[in-house]
């Protein structure tokens, strides 16, 4: 059983840049696939960013390329989402995911949830 517990999430303005962290217990942390998603009110949840076993390997969903960096601590067992020019349209609950054999992009491939950490993008 692994346990995802992220943190992070807060208030910020439009521009600005935080740092979610996900910290994982209860598992070998390099067996796990990591990934990010998020879900705003009334939408499905959608892929943000996954990073491979190792860390060498990374996806970004196409509306985060260029602003956010996904990348993991092994000493830590933490993911992180660098978030950078953050958008009015990045509010949402973000969720940690992990899985030892994910289906990358998509959220139904994933075993393994935290509770989520709420990013709101105000202007």
């Known amino acids: 059983q692994v346990i995802l517990v992220e943190s992070g999430g807060r208030l910020v303005q439009t521009g600005d840049s935080l740092r979610l962290s996900c910290v994982a217990s209860?598992?070998?942390?390099?067996?796990?696939?990591m990934g990010w998603f998020r879900q705003a009110p009334g939408k499905e949840r959608e892929f943000v960013a996954t990073?491979?076993?190792?860390?060498?390997?990374?996806l970004y969903a196409d509306s985060v390329k260029g602003r956010f960096n996904i990348s993991r601590d092994s000493a830590k067992n933490t993911v992180y989402l660098q978030m950078n020019g953050l958008k009015l349209e990045d509010t949402a609950v973000y969720y940690c995911?992990?899985?030892?054999?994910?289906?990358?992009?998509?959220?139904?491939?994933?075993?393994?949830w935290g509770q989520g950490t709420q990013v709101t993008v105000s202007s």
């Open positions: 995911a992990a899985d030892p054999a994910p289906r990358w992009r998509d959220y139904k491939g994933y075993k393994y």
């Open positions: 209860g598992g070998r942390f390099s067996n796990y696939a």
């Open positions: 990073i491979s076993w190792g860390g060498k390997n990374t």
